[in-house]
């Protein structure tokens, strides 16, 4: 599916209104807006609220799948903002699917 490139000038967050921190081990291809993230990147989340039952459990990482099919750097699948990020808390359990809140407006890939 075609869908706009992310990358660390985009801003993704946690279902529960945590920032994350997008950063990338790409250093060969940088759009104006920063960047190209990574499949293989995992993003750490900070200020999420999120408890179960009067114990915190917020969201610390967020670890992606569905990149793009027709665009890669260095053989690593770029992410679009049609990519899944799973948000998962300190003991590895799934809490929900990250929001893409922008990303790059003039960078699209499939």
Known sequence: MPGRVLTTGSQVQCPHGGQA???TANTAT???SGHALLESDVHPVAGCPFTIASKPSPCVRIEWSAAATKLAVNGTKVLLESSVGICYSPESAPQGVALVVSADMKVSAR
Do not use: F, I, V
Request: without cysteine; glycine residues 0%.
């Open 30 to 32: 940088k759009p104006a």
């Open 21 to 23: 921190t997008l950063t």
